[in-house]
Nanobody, 123 residues
Framework: QAQLVESGGGLVQAGGSLRLSCAASGRTFSRYYMGWFRQALGNEREFVAR????????DYADSVKGRFTISRDNAKNTVFLQMNNLKPEDTAVYYC????????????????WGQGTQVTVSS
């Protein structure tokens, strides 16, 4: 069972950058698919990025492609989301997720979730 704790959110101006971190517990972290999702006020939770066990595969939502980068450090049980050129529409609570079996953009298929970290981008 994984426990996830996000950090790194905050308030930033449009065009700025933030780096989110997600620290995971458990000795089998390297076997989890990891993902980032976000939920803006009044909206459903949506896929942002995902990464495979070995970091050999990464995928991004079209809305963040070219601006966000997901990475992981299995030795430190941590996954990162580097967010550059932030836009006001990126404002949301960002959630880290983990799953053994599903490398999916559907948040309903992911088993483990962090508590979320707020990202606010001002124009």
């Amino acid at each position: 069972q994984a426990q996830l704790v996000e950090s790194g959110g905050g308030l930033v101006q449009a065009g700025g950058s933030l780096r989110l971190s997600c620290a995971a517990s458990g000795r089998t972290f390297s076997r989890y698919y990891m993902g980032w999702f976000r939920q803006a006020l009044g909206n459903e939770r949506e896929f942002v990025a995902r990464i495979s066990w070995s970091a050999g595969l990464t995928d991004y939502a079209d809305s963040v492609k070219g601006r966000f980068t997901i990475s992981r450090d299995n030795a430190k049980n941590t996954v990162f989301l580097q967010m550059n050129n932030l836009k006001p529409e990126d404002t949301a609570v960002y959630y880290c997720a983990a799953d053994f079996a599903h490398y999916s953009s559907n948040p309903k298929l992911w088993d483990y979730w962090g508590q979320g970290t707020q990202v606010t981008v001002s124009s």
